[in-house]
């Protein structure tokens, strides 16, 4: 039976969701990367208590909130940081704007392993630096860095290495092997890695024998140690909205210019998302694993029905709660359009720099997620609709 606390959702339609008020009409939406589940409800209790006081007057980091993640961090990964690191930030997006104008000079390179969540693709160029984009490479059975391709794109104008960790949109794990071949050659090139792991707490089977999180600044490397860490438990416990995540920045150099790097853009972090993170840190645990255990369950629903559609093909994510879903064998021209034709809103391949490709959000009741599996099965084998 369907864990409740994942069964009955509140109807978001008209409430300025930007997932499901991006279509008028029954296309039901698999798109952006939130949950259509209510929050963990310690964190709600958080808030409720956070809003009866009352004053939402500017903030900085309360005292509780790096402590909070620094415990987080050492539960989960063993990874022990300096509180004093930690910087409360809007979002991982800003903070990965904000290191490309800080750690890169206007032209230089920073390196993406693509196909990636778009804003990779978009923010190096909006900060006047330039992408450099090295595909991941696949056997059909599972995602891994091309470490050839990836020494052969630096050049002397690299300065960056972002890493997408664990990776959206594949979902893939990247191991201790390839985060020490990438230390390494960030060590002789000179480069910076700036590793977004704010999926780091959706691994499917870490409680399983499967593939765990290996944080990249925990790595015992010179490399590791200069790394900037973007982190937030805005996937986990359904919480983007609120706007708090954290940055992990070794050099006391680049916490004291963080801000200025922001160009007076970014707002200070709000009051609510940091009780709300706080809240997620430290009591969020049960209601993550009970989470993880759904989410594995829908994986497997969504592999199952992918594999029994002539053309399409997905490698079962290791992480998140994307299924990433080959489209290129169907002959289908444009796969996104089919799916929207068949009332399903999923994210086009194409903003990943993969055309041929949809990702499918499965954080949704179990019921919904069958529907979605329905109308998947529907645009990709037209003649059997009613
Ligand atoms: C890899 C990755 N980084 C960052 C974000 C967004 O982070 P934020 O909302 O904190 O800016 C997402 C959202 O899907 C993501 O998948």
Not at 37 to 61: I, K, M, Q, S
Not at 224 to 249: D, E, F, M, Q, Y
Not at 352 to 375: D, I, K, Q, S, Y
Request: hydrophobic fraction near 45%; glycine fraction near 10%; aromatic fraction near 8%.
């Amino acid at each position: 039976m369907t864990d409740p606390a994942f069964a009955d959702c509140p109807d978001r339609r008209g409430t300025g969701s930007e997932k499901w008020d991006r279509w008028p009409g029954d296309i039901l939406p698999v798109w952006v990367a939130d949950m259509d589940f209510r929050t963990d409800p310690a964190v709600l209790e958080a808030l409720h208590r956070r809003v009866d006081h009352g004053v939402f007057g500017y903030t900085a980091d309360p005292p509780g909130f790096a402590p909070s993640l620094a415990g987080h961090l050492e539960r989960r990964f063993g990874w022990v940081i300096d509180p004093g690191h930690v910087i409360g930030i809007t979002g991982v997006v800003s903070g990965l704007a904000v290191a490309a104008r800080l750690l890169a000079a206007a032209d230089d390179e920073i390196i993406s392993f693509t196909p990636v969540y778009p804003p990779f693709l978009t923010l190096p160029g909006r900060a006047g630096r330039r992408l450099v984009r090295v595909p991941l490479a696949s056997d059909g059975h599972g995602w891994t860095i091309d470490h050839d391709a990836l020494a052969a794109a630096v050049s002397l104008r690299t300065r960056l290495v972002w890493l997408c960790h664990p990776h959206n949109p594949t979902g893939t794990v990247f191991g201790a092997a390839d985060l020490v071949a990438i230390a390494d050659l960030a060590e002789r090139h000179g480069l910076t890695v700036v590793s977004d792991e704010i999926w780091s707490d959706l691994l499917l089977d870490d409680d399983a024998g499967g593939p765990v999180h290996v944080p990249f600044a925990s790595l015992d490397h010179p490399a590791a140690r200069r790394a900037v860490t973007l982190v937030a438990p805005s996937k986990t416990w359904n919480i983007a909205g609120l706007c708090c995540a954290a940055a992990i920045v070794p050099h006391a150099a680049w916490r004291h210019g963080w801000r200025a790097a922001s160009g007076g853009l970014l707002p200070m972090v709000n009051p609510l998302g940091y009780a709300a993170a706080e809240a997620a840190w430290n009591h969020g645990e049960p209601w993550r694993r009970r989470l993880v255990h759904l989410l594995r369950d829908h994986r497997r629903r969504v592999v199952e029905a992918v594999a029994g559609i002539p053309g399409l093909s997905c490698i079962p994510p290791q992480a998140t709660y994307l299924a990433w879903i080959d489209c290129r064998g169907s002959g289908v021209a444009d796969p996104q359009a089919a799916c929207e034709a068949a009332g399903l809103g999923t994210s086009d391949g194409r903003e990943f720099g993969a055309p041929g490709f949809v990702r499918l959000n499965m954080a949704c009741p179990t019921e919904r997620l069958e529907e979605a599996l329905h109308r998947l099965r529907r645009a990709f084998t037209p003649e059997k609709q009613a």
